[in-house]
């Protein structure tokens, strides 16, 4: 029923059916030919995918891709057959449309395709896109690709340019299929110039249908650290730098980085920071051997997507005593750190301004020297953190890092960010002083204690103030009224008394008057 529909759809667009490869890709980019119909007679390059749904064909016009094409008349489907898939274009989750095959015929069976060898320019300029093609180079690296499980990259270098193969590696793993770096290969598939969908500006690129279209010319050395030498390439220029190659480097450890890298110390004007590919990093002062790809910065050469062994051990450095004034110098407005302390083991001397998180901070330890803050990577520890508290002074015997800005070609030139310095163990943190008992946080603590108990005393004075001068009127009160009532009485006690001595005078008198007469 879905077959019978999409050719309905198809024959009621309106649009030519399309009939050839070149065809097809034009018609993958326009999004007006939703619903047009397709119908290709080509040789078979190769059939993808678990379920074989992803065929491409190829002849001498280009290279198409087609989908579901699950649906068979005859045997399985090999490279060279002569098949016709018919169907019709519709969308897809990028931003070219799918060709979806509704019927998929084997015509006849023949040998595969011949690939045209190209040259590294041809592939550059674009004369041979969408064309089976076959290119030679050496593997400059290979990784999974971790948008798309069903990919793997395969970085290949040729005439010193380097050139991104996708390779279809599902199911099987990649470390199976494809050829170790350093080995120089012929590479069969096609040169594409529409990037995927997430990464829109990867330019051109070499897609390989198949792992068995990888054809090994010269396999990898025996042993892979045997390379020329990183030593010498300072008076090239970064692009340059990038073009050379699997470059070799020796030397001691200087410090692991909480990035995965680490700072290897080659001699008094070689530090290189080598990137590694794995998860495992060399101990501090283990002399090491280590293979990348490099690339300068203009002040420092790194190793990127580097592998590394053990050497014998290397000799101890001693540590420079160093001031933060040496670190970090004035340039017009703002501060710049001094490129030639990097890498040199300096020892410093500090308070400690926080105690990093372990588990979820940034790791970083900052000290204040001398009025300025001095970052210590702290990651690579763990026991000495624990005696540590905000306030103490701490000597710090570490490796100055300085952090740079990447180089890119059409920007000024890379400014120095900043520095940490990376101790080595725990051995190189030394507690000189515990932090003062009036810490600024227990003073704060008995602030917050005193200054509730004086509110409080302050406002039950003012209460019993108050209280003692509402009772002292009601008791001024009582004892008016009580002094005012005595009066009374009093007065009343004495008019009584004038009274009776009036009346008993009076009383005395007429008697007498009686008694006279």
Not at 216 to 233: N, S
Not at 261 to 278: C, H, K, M, N
Not at 412 to 418: D, E, L, N, Q, V
Request: glycine share 6%; aromatic share 6%.
């Amino acid at each position: 029923m879905f077959a019978l529909h999409q050719i309905f759809c198809a024959c009621f667009a309106g649009s030519a059916v399309v009939t050839n490869l070149i065809d097809v890709q034009t018609a993958r980019q326009d999004p007006s030919a939703v619903r047009q119909a397709f119908d290709v007679t080509a040789p078979v390059i190769a059939q993808r995918n678990p379920d074989k749904s992803i065929l491409f064909l190829g002849d001498e016009q280009g290279v198409g891709q087609f989908a579901n094409a699950t649906t068979l008349r005859g045997s399985a489907l090999c490279a060279g057959d002569i098949v016709r898939v018919r169907g019709t274009f519709g969308p897809s989750y990028s931003d070219l449309l799918q060709a979806d095959c509704t019927s998929v015929e084997i015509l006849s069976h023949g040998s595969p395709p011949r690939p045209r060898p190209i040259t590294t320019r041809e592939f550059l300029c674009g004369a041979c896109d969408n064309r089976l093609s076959e290119i030679t180079g050496t593997v400059k690296d290979v990784f999974c690709d971790e948008l798309d499980s069903a990919f793997a990259f395969l970085v290949l270098l040729s005439d010193n340019e380097t050139i991104y193969a996708p390779v279809r590696t599902d199911p099987t793993p990649v470390q199976r299929e494809l050829p170790p770096v350093g080995s120089e290969v012929a590479l069969v598939g096609v040169p594409m110039q529409m990037s995927p969908l997430n990464r829109r500006h990867l330019g051109r690129y070499f897609l390989v249908h198949d792992p068995a279209a990888i054809r090994i010319l010269k396999p990898a050395p025996d042993d892979p650290f045997r390379l020329p030498d990183l030593k010498g390439v300072f008076s090239l220029h970064p692009r340059e730098i990038s073009r050379l190659g699997r470059r070799h480097a020796s030397g001691r450890v200087l410090c692991t980085m909480r990035d995965g890298s680490f700072l290897l110390y080659a001699d008094p004007d070689l530090i290189v920071r080598v990137e590694t590919i794995g998860a495992d990093l060399p101990a501090p002062g283990q002399a090491v051997e280590a293979v990348g790809y490099p690339e300068s910065n203009l002040y420092h050469i790194d190793l990127v997507r580097s592998t590394w062994r053990t050497l014998p051990t290397a000799p101890a450095t001693r540590p420079d005593d160093a001031a933060p004034a040496e670190l970090v110098f004035a340039s017009g407005d703002r501060p710049v750190s001094s490129s030639t302390w990097h890498g040199k083991l300096i020892r410093l001397t500090g308070k400690v301004l926080n105690v990093p998180e372990t588990e979820s901070g940034d790791g970083l330890l900052r000290l204040e020297c001398a009025n300025q803050v001095v970052p210590v990577d702290t990651t690579s520890l763990d026991s000495s953190l624990r005696q540590l508290a905000r306030g103490c002074t701490l000597g710090v015997t570490g490796v100055c890092v300085l952090d740079f800005e990447t180089w890119r070609p059409n920007a000024a030139f890379p400014r120095i960010k900043g520095f940490t310095v990376v101790p080595r163990s725990d051995a190189d943190l030394r507690l000189v002083a515990r932090p003062s008992w009036w810490t600024p946080r227990r003073l704060l603590v008995l602030l917050g204690i005193l200054v509730p108990l004086v509110l409080a005393s302050i406002i039950l004075n003012f209460i019993l103030r108050r209280l003692v001068e509402r009772r002292s009127r009601a008791l001024l009160k009582e004892q008016s009224a009580k002094l005012a009532e005595t009066l009374r009485v009093d007065e009343r006690t004495r008019l009584a008394a004038e009274l009776h001595d009036s009346i008993a005078q009076n009383l005395t008198g007429v008697s007498m008057e009686i008694d006279t007469a």
